[in-house]
């Protein structure tokens, strides 16, 4: 069965470093989604793309990130300069998006510790 | 703005006796509803999902759910719970335009005892 992948699954970085986090969505998904979870708090949507371009970001996603799909096959996530309130789990999700609407599958998520 | 509140944080069960894990949403249309379930250091695994039709919706592990258009809820159900069960749950609400985010709750921890 076809599934998200993330790599990598824990990243440790220094506060105010580059990070990119990676994710490989479903080869026929077309919409692509960031979200994240601060530990012990409810998962957040931080920005959809689709088209090779955002279609929706939340307050969240100020001008530290920035997503790109380099490739047919990856999504990433980039953090310019990390805070350590960016410790989270980050969350990719894909969904097919042709038609009618349908769920999104998510990928095991990469923890990232802001030190 | 579309909201989703659920109202217990911690549930603890028996194993073997059953479940209901309350989940209630705001939204001024139909909402695409959904459960997912988190055990620890894992992902986001779907449950099940409400998009029309029957209001009661069968997901995989043997849980349910039932979406009440007049008390705004989805919530979801396991007549006997197991312990491997014992996990954390999030109910989300999808809005009905395309590539649009999914709204959780802060979700529901349940803990089985044996």
């Known amino acids: 069965e076809p599934e998200v992948t993330q790599t990598p699954s824990h990243q440790v970085t220094q506060m105010g470093q580059e990070v990119i986090l990676r994710c490989v969505p479903i080869?026929?998904?077309?919409?692509f989604y960031w979200y994240r979870q601060i530990l012990g708090q409810k998962v957040e949507f931080l920005v959809s793309f689709y088209n090779n371009e955002i279609s929706e970001k939340s307050e969240i996603f100020d001008d530290q990130f920035s997503v790109e799909r380099p490739d047919g096959s990856n999504f990433t996530l980039k953090i310019r300069s990390t805070k350590l309130e960016d410790s989270a789990m980050y969350f990719c999700a894909s969904r097919k998006g042709q038609g009618s609407y349908n769920e999104q599958f998510f990928g095991p998520g990469t923890r990232l510790t802001v030190l | 703005a579309q909201s989703v509140t659920q109202p217990d944080i911690h549930i603890t069960v028996s194993e073997g006796a059953s479940l209901e894990l309350r989940c209630n949403y705001s939204y001024g249309a139909t909402p695409y509803l959904f459960w997912y379930v988190q055990s620890p250091g894992q992902g986001l695994q779907l449950l099940l999902k409400?998009?029309?039709?029957?209001?009661l919706v069968q997901g995989i592990k043997g849980f349910e759910a039932e979406f009440k258009r007049s008390q705004s809820s989805f919530n979801l159900r396991k007549p006997s719970v197991h312990w491997s069960d014992a996990a954390e749950y999030f109910c989300?609400?999808?809005?009905?335009?395309?590539?649009?985010?999914?709204?959780f709750g802060k979700g529901t921890t349940l803990s089985v005892s044996s």
């Open positions: 080869s026929n998904h077309l919409y």
């Open positions: 989300a609400v999808g809005v009905i335009q395309a590539g649009t985010a999914l709204i």
């Open positions: 409400y998009f029309s039709g029957d209001t």
